[in-house]
């Protein structure tokens, strides 16, 4: 019988471990492109406000904003990413009560924290953030939403001391820096809890979420330029370049699209492992690429608040 006449035998299946293997590699994927992009926001802002001497934050965080607020558009224009939208049932009244307040805190968490980067190593930024989870709890135990424990208070003594001794140890420490950081985690504390209160029912992926808030914080932003960048930024933008401010924008909003695949692939565990590898790989960059100094003493105190962040996170993963 002719060859091409003969019965092909049917292809063979791929083995269930190849098939988990490419199934396994599909889920992680997202992990490795956040951890790079949140990286590279991150040092990129440090790079633009102090390598380029561009201080300007309110105008960075509002060139981001609307940048992110025209994306999302876009992305609800021409793809599925903001389907998400449909099930939000979005009213006025919701608008006004719930997502303006939340813009309010979430723009003064944004302009505090960029501040930061101006007179402080984003080493020693990485570990004072550490400080978050404390900030929620305690803000939580105020308006009720979660009562103080035993184990919420280990947690709050342990990552304390590990801020607390990476504050002691940083070699160029600047109260300024340190003010608008603390003030930044108590914003962006205030901010999370908020969210639990108001908007109770309403699940919001990162790219819905920065649909609503995008406008509200570049507004809020722009309106304090008059007051404390004048004109200034405009003329230096001459100087910086359109690609720079661009390329700045388009790494902070490819951000939030990373975070909607990393969420919904990443368990509980992988997201709060990647955290961790996020800010140990920034803190490494930041020795690298700008000179950072890290005592020892800063290292053992991040290794304590790390240590309580990890049980935190946990917590909150099994309690979820």
């Known amino acids: 019988m002719p060859s091409c006449l003969r019965p092909r035998s049917p292809p063979c299946a791929p083995r ?16 490795p ?3 790079a992009l949140s990286s590279a926001v991150i040092i990129y802002n440090k790079y633009l406000y102090s390598n380029l001497n561009f201080p300007y934050v309110s105008c960075v965080t509002s060139f981001h904003l609307g940048c992110a607020a025209l994306g999302t558009r876009i992305l609800r224009a021409t793809t ?45 930024i990485q570990m004072l953030k550490a400080f978050t989870p404390v900030a929620i709890v305690l803000t939580s135990a105020i308006f009720r939403i979660q009562p103080l424990n035993h184990k919420l208070l280990a947690i709050v003594v342990l990552i304390s001391t590990g801020c607390a001794l990476a504050a002691y140890g940083e070699l160029h420490f600047n109260m300024v820096g340190f003010l608008c950081q603390t003030s930044a985690v108590v914003f962006e504390s205030s901010r999370l809890v908020m969210i639990e209160i108001l908007l109770q029912g309403l699940k919001m992926d990162p790219l ?17 330029l008059p007051f404390t960048e004048g004109l200034a930024p405009f003329r230096e933008m001459a100087r910086i370049g359109p690609l720079i401010m661009t390329t700045n924008a388009l790494t902070a909003f490819g951000l939030n699209v990373s975070a909607v695949f990393l969420i919904g692939t ?15 790989l920034l803190i490494s960059s930041s020795v ?17 608040a790390l240590a309580g962040l990890m049980i935190y996170k946990n917590a909150s993963n099994n309690k979820k």
């Open 208 to 224: 819905c979420s920065l649909h609503y808030y995008a406008p509200v914080c570049a507004i809020i932003n722009a309106c304090f």
């Open 80 to 124: 599925h990413l903001m389907d998400g939208l449909d099930r939000i049932p979005m009213t006025r009244e919701i608008y006004v009560k719930s997502i303006l307040p939340i813009g309010v805190l979430f723009s003064g968490s944004l302009i505090l924290s960029n501040s930061a980067y101006l007179t402080l190593s984003v080493s020693f």
């Open 288 to 304: 690298l690429l700008f000179g950072s100094s890290v005592t020892p003493i800063q290292v053992f105190g991040y290794s304590l």
């Open 266 to 280: 990443a368990g509980g565990l992988v997201l709060t492992l990647a955290g961790v590898f996020k800010d140990i």
């Open 33 to 35: 492109i956040w951890i």
């Open 16 to 31: 269930p471990s190849v098939r988990a293997a490419a199934d396994n590699t599909a889920d992680t994927a997202p992990v």
